[in-house]
């Protein structure tokens, strides 16, 4: 691709350690570029960009890297790995030690909800969650 589209992250010193975090946490990743102000590194085929930009700047709700899970496995996996040092919010939402927001969703969800007789009951089952349970999903 001649002109890739990735997301560039503001740390306030923190980059390489972000970046390694990450890289920890996710299994096909690796950082392939690295100078003091800037770590390049991918995560599951995806770049990323770890700035040292200064404390001008820091993460809110507006941006989220939305992981799609295949197994209740993975959801509690990726949950636990990036809520540790960090806060569950509502509806598979979360944010890390370092303020970034994730979504880790189970890659079921659009169908579940896309289905005209239990969807609304899916809906109302998920919005009463922190970290999505896919067998009380389907069972809705």
Partial sequence: MTHPIYPCLWFDGQAKEAADYYCSIFKKSRITAEN???VMFELNDS???ALNGGPHFTFNEASSFVVNCDTQEE???YWNKLTEGGEESMCGWLKDKYGLSW???PSILGKLVSDPEKGQRVVQAFLKM?????QTLLNA
Wanted: proline share 6%; net charge neutral.
């Fill in 36 to 38: 003091p102000m800037v």
């Fill in 47 to 49: 770049t990323f960009m």
């Fill in 75 to 77: 959801i509690d996996y």
């Fill in 103 to 105: 979504q880790i969703v």
């Fill in 130 to 134: 922190k970290k999505f349970d896919i």
